[in-house]
Protein backbone atom coordinates (compact mmCIF):
# COMPACT_ATOMS: atom_id res chain seq x y z
CA UNK A 1 0.00 0.00 0.00
CA UNK A 2 1.63 3.31 -0.93
CA UNK A 3 1.16 6.31 1.17
CA UNK A 4 -0.41 8.39 -1.02
CA UNK A 5 -3.42 5.97 -1.54
CA UNK A 6 -6.37 7.43 -3.22
CA UNK A 7 -5.06 11.32 -3.02
CA UNK A 8 -4.74 13.83 -5.64
CA UNK A 9 -2.04 16.16 -6.19
CA UNK A 10 -1.39 18.96 -8.58
CA UNK A 11 1.82 19.90 -9.58
CA UNK A 12 3.15 23.51 -11.31
CA UNK A 13 6.16 22.89 -13.94
CA UNK A 14 5.81 19.01 -13.77
CA UNK A 15 7.25 18.39 -16.98
CA UNK A 16 10.90 18.40 -15.79
CA UNK A 17 13.58 17.96 -13.14
CA UNK A 18 11.96 18.63 -10.07
CA UNK A 19 8.39 19.11 -10.43
CA UNK A 20 8.85 15.97 -12.98
CA UNK A 21 10.63 13.88 -10.10
CA UNK A 22 7.97 15.04 -7.68
CA UNK A 23 5.49 13.40 -10.23
CA UNK A 24 7.27 10.13 -10.66
CA UNK A 25 7.82 9.86 -6.87
CA UNK A 26 3.51 10.78 -6.02
CA UNK A 27 2.79 8.26 -8.53
CA UNK A 28 4.73 5.83 -7.14
CA UNK A 29 3.24 6.17 -3.68
CA UNK A 30 -0.39 5.81 -5.27
CA UNK A 31 -1.23 8.89 -6.48
CA UNK A 32 -3.06 10.42 -9.45
CA UNK A 33 -1.24 13.78 -10.71
CA UNK A 34 -2.58 17.24 -12.96
CA UNK A 35 0.44 18.07 -14.25
CA UNK A 36 0.99 21.58 -15.58
CA UNK A 37 3.72 23.05 -17.31
CA UNK A 38 4.36 25.31 -20.50
CA UNK A 39 6.33 22.53 -22.30
CA UNK A 40 3.84 20.43 -24.51
CA UNK A 41 6.45 17.52 -25.33
CA UNK A 42 7.27 17.60 -21.71
CA UNK A 43 3.71 17.25 -20.97
CA UNK A 44 3.15 14.41 -23.62
CA UNK A 45 6.52 12.26 -22.52
CA UNK A 46 4.37 12.24 -18.68
CA UNK A 47 1.57 11.03 -20.21
CA UNK A 48 3.28 8.09 -22.73
CA UNK A 49 5.27 7.07 -19.16
CA UNK A 50 2.57 6.91 -16.49
CA UNK A 51 -1.22 6.54 -18.30
CA UNK A 52 -3.80 7.11 -16.55
CA UNK A 53 -2.53 7.83 -13.07
CA UNK A 54 -1.37 11.49 -14.96
CA UNK A 55 -3.58 14.10 -16.56
CA UNK A 56 -1.72 16.87 -18.06
CA UNK A 57 -2.64 20.60 -19.04
CA UNK A 58 -1.21 23.53 -20.79
CA UNK A 59 -0.53 26.05 -17.73
CA UNK A 60 1.53 29.13 -17.41
CA UNK A 61 1.24 30.16 -14.00
CA UNK A 62 1.67 33.67 -14.50
CA UNK A 63 -2.06 33.27 -15.96
CA UNK A 64 -5.07 32.95 -13.49
CA UNK A 65 -6.95 32.02 -15.90
CA UNK A 66 -4.92 29.09 -17.02
CA UNK A 67 -3.92 28.31 -12.85
CA UNK A 68 -7.82 28.38 -12.52
CA UNK A 69 -8.42 25.65 -14.91
CA UNK A 70 -5.72 23.30 -14.07
CA UNK A 71 -6.77 23.29 -10.29
CA UNK A 72 -11.26 22.88 -12.41
CA UNK A 73 -9.57 20.10 -14.44
CA UNK A 74 -7.70 18.08 -11.74
CA UNK A 75 -11.17 17.90 -9.95
CA UNK A 76 -13.44 17.36 -13.00
CA UNK A 77 -10.45 14.19 -14.05
CA UNK A 78 -10.04 12.73 -10.84
CA UNK A 79 -12.91 14.10 -8.30
CA UNK A 80 -11.07 16.18 -5.63
CA UNK A 81 -7.95 17.76 -4.75
CA UNK A 82 -5.77 17.13 -2.08
CA UNK A 83 -2.07 17.74 -2.30
CA UNK A 84 -0.80 20.96 -4.32
CA UNK A 85 2.86 21.80 -5.41
CA UNK A 86 3.67 25.15 -6.51
CA UNK A 87 7.06 24.33 -8.14
CA UNK A 88 7.46 25.91 -11.00
CA UNK A 89 10.18 28.68 -11.37
CA UNK A 90 13.57 30.05 -13.03
CA UNK A 91 16.70 32.08 -12.30
CA UNK A 92 17.91 34.75 -14.29
CA UNK A 93 21.97 36.76 -13.72
CA UNK A 94 22.22 40.40 -13.63
CA UNK A 95 23.60 42.55 -11.26
CA UNK A 96 21.52 45.05 -9.35
CA UNK A 97 22.62 48.07 -11.59
CA UNK A 98 22.59 46.13 -14.82
CA UNK A 99 18.98 43.97 -14.49
CA UNK A 100 16.90 45.30 -16.79
CA UNK A 101 12.97 45.69 -15.07
CA UNK A 102 11.30 43.75 -17.54
CA UNK A 103 14.04 41.45 -16.33
CA UNK A 104 13.08 41.67 -12.76
CA UNK A 105 9.50 41.53 -13.57
CA UNK A 106 9.55 38.65 -15.35
CA UNK A 107 11.08 36.27 -12.18
CA UNK A 108 8.79 38.17 -9.98
CA UNK A 109 6.07 37.42 -11.83
CA UNK A 110 6.77 33.50 -12.32
CA UNK A 111 8.90 32.62 -8.70
CA UNK A 112 6.47 34.89 -6.53
CA UNK A 113 3.61 35.80 -8.37
CA UNK A 114 3.02 32.36 -9.97
CA UNK A 115 3.16 30.84 -6.42
CA UNK A 116 0.53 33.34 -5.17
CA UNK A 117 -1.96 32.12 -8.12
CA UNK A 118 -1.61 29.04 -7.20
CA UNK A 119 -2.40 28.97 -3.89
CA UNK A 120 -4.96 31.31 -4.40
CA UNK A 121 -7.05 28.79 -6.94
CA UNK A 122 -5.72 25.67 -5.54
CA UNK A 123 -6.03 26.61 -1.66
CA UNK A 124 -9.78 27.71 -2.31
CA UNK A 125 -10.44 23.81 -3.76
CA UNK A 126 -7.90 22.16 -1.74
CA UNK A 127 -9.64 19.37 0.31
CA UNK A 128 -9.63 19.64 4.33
CA UNK A 129 -7.09 18.23 5.45
CA UNK A 130 -4.81 18.35 2.71
CA UNK A 131 -1.32 19.61 2.18
CA UNK A 132 0.22 22.24 0.10
CA UNK A 133 4.23 23.02 -0.54
CA UNK A 134 5.76 25.28 -2.02
CA UNK A 135 9.30 25.06 -3.75
CA UNK A 136 11.35 27.73 -2.79
CA UNK A 137 15.36 27.61 -2.67
CA UNK A 138 18.28 27.91 -0.37
CA UNK A 139 18.31 31.29 -1.51
CA UNK A 140 15.35 32.32 0.11
CA UNK A 141 18.11 32.45 3.22
CA UNK A 142 21.31 32.70 1.35
CA UNK A 143 21.52 35.56 -0.75
CA UNK A 144 23.73 35.54 -4.10
CA UNK A 145 25.05 38.40 -6.15
CA UNK A 146 23.88 38.76 -9.16
CA UNK A 147 20.55 36.95 -8.29
CA UNK A 148 18.80 39.76 -6.57
CA UNK A 149 14.82 38.96 -8.21
CA UNK A 150 15.39 35.47 -7.74
CA UNK A 151 16.67 35.90 -4.24
CA UNK A 152 13.85 38.26 -3.06
CA UNK A 153 11.10 35.66 -4.83
CA UNK A 154 12.24 32.93 -3.15
CA UNK A 155 12.54 34.79 0.74
CA UNK A 156 9.01 36.18 -0.50
CA UNK A 157 7.53 32.60 -1.34
CA UNK A 158 8.95 31.57 2.18
CA UNK A 159 6.67 34.16 3.39
CA UNK A 160 3.55 33.72 1.42
CA UNK A 161 3.02 29.94 2.57
CA UNK A 162 3.29 31.05 5.92
CA UNK A 163 0.29 33.52 5.49
CA UNK A 164 -0.95 30.49 3.58
CA UNK A 165 -0.48 28.43 6.66
CA UNK A 166 -2.09 30.64 8.91
CA UNK A 167 -5.34 31.65 6.69
CA UNK A 168 -5.97 27.56 5.55
CA UNK A 169 -5.04 26.26 9.05
CA UNK A 170 -8.72 26.32 9.93
CA UNK A 171 -9.32 23.94 7.48
CA UNK A 172 -6.47 21.32 8.63
CA UNK A 173 -4.71 22.42 5.63
CA UNK A 174 -1.08 22.04 5.77
CA UNK A 175 1.18 24.44 3.84
CA UNK A 176 4.90 23.86 3.97
CA UNK A 177 8.10 25.16 2.12
CA UNK A 178 10.75 23.21 0.71
CA UNK A 179 14.44 24.94 0.11
CA UNK A 180 16.51 22.83 -2.19
CA UNK A 181 20.54 23.49 -2.66
CA UNK A 182 21.76 22.57 -5.72
CA UNK A 183 20.25 20.03 -7.67
CA UNK A 184 21.12 18.53 -11.40
CA UNK A 185 18.34 19.72 -13.59
CA UNK A 186 17.94 21.29 -16.84
CA UNK A 187 17.24 24.74 -15.19
CA UNK A 188 21.18 24.44 -13.50
CA UNK A 189 22.92 22.98 -16.50
CA UNK A 190 24.36 26.48 -17.23
CA UNK A 191 26.40 26.53 -13.72
CA UNK A 192 27.21 22.54 -14.51
CA UNK A 193 29.53 23.98 -17.38
CA UNK A 194 31.24 26.32 -15.56
CA UNK A 195 33.35 23.58 -12.60
CA UNK A 196 34.11 26.22 -10.28
CA UNK A 197 30.64 27.25 -9.37
CA UNK A 198 30.03 23.63 -8.71
CA UNK A 199 33.13 23.13 -6.71
CA UNK A 200 32.36 26.07 -4.55
CA UNK A 201 28.96 24.63 -3.89
CA UNK A 202 30.19 21.18 -2.80
CA UNK A 203 33.16 22.91 -0.61
CA UNK A 204 30.00 25.27 0.98
CA UNK A 205 27.77 21.89 1.52
CA UNK A 206 28.04 19.87 4.28
CA UNK A 207 27.58 16.57 2.57
CA UNK A 208 29.97 17.76 0.20
CA UNK A 209 27.88 16.77 -2.86
CA UNK A 210 24.97 18.43 -4.67
CA UNK A 211 21.53 16.44 -4.89
CA UNK A 212 19.58 14.40 -7.43
CA UNK A 213 15.60 15.50 -7.99
CA UNK A 214 14.60 12.16 -6.56
CA UNK A 215 15.74 13.52 -3.13
CA UNK A 216 13.81 16.90 -2.90
CA UNK A 217 10.88 14.53 -4.19
CA UNK A 218 11.48 12.01 -1.26
CA UNK A 219 10.94 15.44 1.28
CA UNK A 220 7.58 16.15 -0.78
CA UNK A 221 6.52 12.90 -0.58
CA UNK A 222 6.67 13.16 3.38
CA UNK A 223 5.61 16.33 3.41
CA UNK A 224 2.16 15.44 1.57
CA UNK A 225 1.42 11.96 4.01
CA UNK A 226 0.21 11.73 7.19
CA UNK A 227 3.35 11.06 8.33
CA UNK A 228 4.10 14.91 8.46
CA UNK A 229 0.62 15.82 10.38
CA UNK A 230 2.01 18.32 12.78
CA UNK A 231 4.30 20.06 10.12
CA UNK A 232 2.66 23.26 8.72
CA UNK A 233 4.30 26.92 8.39
CA UNK A 234 7.76 25.01 8.41
CA UNK A 235 10.65 26.06 6.16
CA UNK A 236 12.07 22.61 5.10
CA UNK A 237 16.04 23.47 3.75
CA UNK A 238 17.06 20.17 1.26
CA UNK A 239 20.33 21.54 0.71
CA UNK A 240 23.39 18.75 1.77
CA UNK A 241 23.96 21.51 4.84
CA UNK A 242 24.59 23.99 2.44
CA UNK A 243 22.63 26.88 4.56
CA UNK A 244 26.00 26.77 6.54
CA UNK A 245 28.22 28.20 4.08
CA UNK A 246 27.76 30.83 1.20
CA UNK A 247 27.14 30.73 -1.77
CA UNK A 248 29.06 30.81 -4.35
CA UNK A 249 30.55 33.96 -6.28
CA UNK A 250 29.41 34.22 -9.59
CA UNK A 251 30.15 37.63 -10.72
CA UNK A 252 34.14 36.19 -10.07
CA UNK A 253 33.15 32.70 -11.79
CA UNK A 254 31.92 34.52 -15.17
CA UNK A 255 35.10 36.78 -14.79
CA UNK A 256 37.15 34.08 -14.78
CA UNK A 257 35.77 32.45 -17.84
CA UNK A 258 37.00 35.78 -19.20
CA UNK A 259 40.52 35.98 -18.83
N1 LIG B 1 17.65 22.92 -9.59
C1 LIG B 1 18.02 23.56 -8.49
O1 LIG B 1 19.21 23.55 -8.10
C2 LIG B 1 17.01 24.28 -7.65
C3 LIG B 1 17.41 24.76 -6.41
C4 LIG B 1 16.51 25.45 -5.62
C5 LIG B 1 15.22 25.65 -6.06
N2 LIG B 1 14.84 25.19 -7.28
C6 LIG B 1 13.47 25.44 -7.70
O2 LIG B 1 12.86 24.24 -8.05
C7 LIG B 1 11.82 24.49 -8.99
C8 LIG B 1 11.99 23.56 -10.18
O3 LIG B 1 13.24 23.83 -10.78
P1 LIG B 1 14.05 22.73 -11.62
O4 LIG B 1 15.46 22.83 -11.21
O5 LIG B 1 13.35 21.44 -11.57
O6 LIG B 1 13.94 23.38 -13.08
P2 LIG B 1 13.55 22.77 -14.51
O7 LIG B 1 13.90 23.85 -15.49
O8 LIG B 1 14.14 21.41 -14.69
O9 LIG B 1 11.97 22.62 -14.43
C9 LIG B 1 11.14 23.74 -14.32
C10 LIG B 1 9.83 23.43 -15.04
O10 LIG B 1 8.99 24.60 -14.88
C11 LIG B 1 8.40 24.86 -16.15
N3 LIG B 1 8.02 26.28 -16.24
C12 LIG B 1 8.82 27.35 -16.51
N4 LIG B 1 8.09 28.46 -16.56
C13 LIG B 1 6.80 28.10 -16.32
C14 LIG B 1 5.59 28.82 -16.24
N5 LIG B 1 5.54 30.14 -16.45
N6 LIG B 1 4.46 28.12 -15.94
C15 LIG B 1 4.50 26.77 -15.75
N7 LIG B 1 5.62 26.05 -15.84
C16 LIG B 1 6.76 26.71 -16.11
C17 LIG B 1 9.44 24.48 -17.18
O11 LIG B 1 8.87 24.26 -18.45
C18 LIG B 1 10.03 23.21 -16.54
O12 LIG B 1 9.31 22.06 -16.95
C19 LIG B 1 11.93 25.98 -9.36
O13 LIG B 1 11.00 26.71 -8.60
C20 LIG B 1 13.34 26.32 -8.94
O14 LIG B 1 13.48 27.69 -8.63
C21 LIG B 1 15.71 24.51 -8.10
Redesign the pocket.
Known amino acids: MGKLDGKVALI?????????AITERYIADGACVMA????VA?LAALEAQFGSSVATLL????SETEVAALCECAIERFGHLDIVVA?????TYGLITDLPLDEWRRIID??LT?VFITLKHAGSRTSDGGSIIT?????AIQPSQGMSA?CAA?AGVAMLSQVAAMELGGRKIRVNTI??????????SGMFSIPIIIEEFTENATLSR??Q?SE?AAVASFLASDEASFMSASFVSVDGGGNTGRYPNLPQAFASLNT
Open positions: TGAASGIGRGDIDGCDVTNAGAGLCGIASLNYKAPGLVETNATFAAI
